[in-house]
């Protein structure tokens, strides 16, 4: 894969462009017109992705040089322009307030203007604004509208703005070091009322904030890592009216929720941040200094993805140095509440301390097992199968060993859960497995250290399914009403051949009318619901005699198996098929129409 960035500097006119390889970092040392792009804030604006930068010397040994700003522009993720250095506050005529080091800026738009909030001397923040996401800019004030460390702006659905940042380096709140929150005037140059304390927690720096299928996500520097923490609303603060009773993802307290760890330390940086949404995916921002001879004072901005989990919790980034990677969940991901053991020893169900409330297991020890029925892997025995544990733990925790159909069989892989920081902090772990297709009873059993080990809240796995591209339609029925027409037929197709056709009326179709010689391709039968996209696939024919269950994605994004296909095959037209339906929903009549293809892939 290659991408085309074209280099603006100084903010005039394009004057080069370049042709570079993907991945991270975004800006390379090779590339014409290479700038240190550090504390990227990233924004969506016009379709476009726009990255806020920082600017960081290529002879820096400290934060003090750091004197004016920067932008990157994508309208793919792939293809990346760097507009170069387009704001200098400390010499642009309007900007004669602004002096110090320029530390990390964001930007947000409302009525026709783009603000651009930088921080000068620190923790002072001036404004500059323009007509285009990049400019050229022009102050908006005469004077700092505030102080606070790392500013950052976000502009809610309903047009209001708030502003954020850390008391790291300056008072305005509580003693210590917390994500500060407060509204802004609809000028976006005032503030509306004081700042407030929107965390428990203590942090470091790099605050940010970004909404997501309403929930308000909170991401800062705490020490190394950063951390994040989910809210009901943007202003989370013990009393604030706002504030819902009980809340959903709000701490009881009325502050942020704590959730745990969202990225490990950056290589060889202080890490700082940002999250958008992009052409349907969540993409995180965030610098290192391990390349382009880089250090933790000449930084460069990266980006991967971000993967949430089905509670809204999200799965620990994965810093890469390769092409952005697609979603290694994919489509299909399926569901396990750890209370929905099969068999168990040694573990206790309790009332999880999640967000998403509900039951867990606990009292995990040593040597304790817990067994899950009809667990399906797909039909890929060469494939990695992704599994995910969202767990707690007070103390090292422990590892979590996966193994099929016996407590005591191999393990096949293992998850290793470490301390959340309480009983009641969650983080999501992962595990993979491979070389297994199919369905089995899955084993988790779990090893460490005496005493308790962790909490398991639930797991989800992604079964690894060879691609369902249609190469050659066998047959296609309409399941409407109770009567189960042929729809279309096909002669031979590869070493497959259908012979025959009829219809039935009833809920249990069986009869002699098709039979499937199946020697050289793999077999699926796609289950699609017209009414709500619900779709599946069988595994590979691989015997004379076949039966199976499928599973069936529906509306709520949940896998449930629902249909039973069974049959023989490579044994002549006289032996038939039988397809039966069996809902979990209520009556099958309620979800009709139902099309039904077996494809030869």
């Not at 992009?278 to 901005?301: A, L």
């Not at 077999?523 to 595994?539: C, E, K, P, R």
Request: aromatic share 14%; hydrophobic share 35%.
């Amino acid at each position: 894969m290659k991408r085309f960035a074209a280099n603006r500097i100084l903010g005039l006119m394009l004057v080069c462009a370049a042709e570079l390889l993907a991945g991270n970092p975004i800006l390379k040392e090779t590339d014409p017109g290479f700038l240190y792009a550090a504390d990227p804030a990233a924004e969506v604006f016009n379709g476009k992705v726009y990255v806020y930068c920082s600017h960081d010397q290529p002879d820096a040994t400290s934060y003090a040089p750091m004197q004016d700003y920067m932008i990157l522009e994508s309208s793919d993720m792939t293809n990346w322009v760097n507009h170069g250095v387009v704001l200098e506050p400390r010499t642009a005529a309007g900007f004669e307030y602004a002096d110090g080091q320029m530390n990390a800026p964001d930007a947000a738009y409302k009525d026709g203007w783009y603000y651009w909030y930088f921080p000068y001397d620190k923790t002072y923040v001036g404004v500059a604004k323009s007509t285009s996401p990049i400019g050229p800019w022009e102050s908006a004030v005469t004077n700092a509208i505030t102080t606070i460390f790392d500013p950052t702006v976000f502009v809610d659905d309903d047009g209001q703005a708030y502003i954020y940042g850390s008391d790291n380096k300056v008072n305005i709140g509580d003693s210590g070091r917390h994500i500060m929150g407060a509204k802004l005037k609809d000028n976006m140059l005032e503030l509306d009322g004081d700042w407030f304390r929107l965390t428990a927690e203590t942090v470091s720096e790099g605050v940010h904030l970004f909404k997501r299928n309403g929930i308000y996500y909170f991401t800062a520097r705490n020490g190394n890592p950063t951390d994040y923490w989910m809210s009901d609303n943007p202003l989370p603060y013990p009393g604030n009216p706002e504030n819902l009773a009980p809340p959903v993802y709000s701490d009881p307290s009325g502050y942020a929720s704590y959730r745990g760890v969202l990225a490990p330390s950056a290589p060889t940086a202080p890490n700082h941040a940002s999250a958008i949404e992009f052409n349907g995916k969540w993409w995180f921002f965030y610098q290192r200094g391990d390349v382009n001879s880089g250090t933790n004072h000449r930084r460069s901005s990266c980006v991967d993805e971000m993967h949430f989990n089905s509670d809204g919790t999200i799965q620990q980034i994965v810093y890469t140095l390769e092409d952005v990677p697609e979603d290694p969940r994919g489509a299909g991901t399926m569901s396990q509440e750890a209370e929905g053991f099969s068999a168990q020893s040694g573990v206790e169900v309790e009332d999880a301390t999640d967000f998403d409330g509900g039951q867990e297991i606990g009292l995990i020890e040593n040597g304790d097992w817990t067994a899950y029925a009809n667990i399906y892997f797909g039909n890929d025995t060469n494939a990695v199968v992704p599994f995910y544990f969202r767990a707690s733990s007070n103390k090292d925790g422990g590892d979590i060993e996966l193994r099929l159909d016996g407590e005591t069989n191999d393990v096949i892989g293992t998850a290793a859960v470490r301390n959340t920081g309480g009983w009641d902090r969650y983080q999501t772990y992962t595990g993979t497995v491979t070389g297994v297709s199919g369905t089995h009873d899955l084993y988790l059993t779990y090893s460490g250290e005496a005493g308790y080990l962790m909490n398991l809240n639930w797991f989800e796995w992604t079964p690894a399914n060879v691609s369902t591209q249609q190469s050659a339609l066998i047959a296609e029925w309409t399941f409407d009403n109770q009567s189960l027409e042929n729809v279309g037929t096909a002669g031979a197709v590869h070493d497959g051949t259908l012979v025959g056709t009829e219809a039935y009326s009833t809920d249990t179709h069986s009869g002699s009318g098709y039979s499937l010689d199946l020697t050289a391709a793999s077999t699926f039968m796609q289950v699609n619901n017209s009414a709500s996209g619900d779709a599946a696939y069988l595994s590979t024919f691989d015997s004379p005699s076949f039966s199976y269950s499928m599973w069936v994605k529906n509306t709520d994004g949940n896998w449930t198996q629902w249909y039973e296909f069974g049959g023989k095959g490579n044994e002549g037209a006289s032996e038939g098929w039988s397809l039966r339906c069996r809902s979990f929903y209520g009556d099958c009549q309620s979800r009709w129409p139902i099309i039904f293809s077996i494809l030869l892939i």
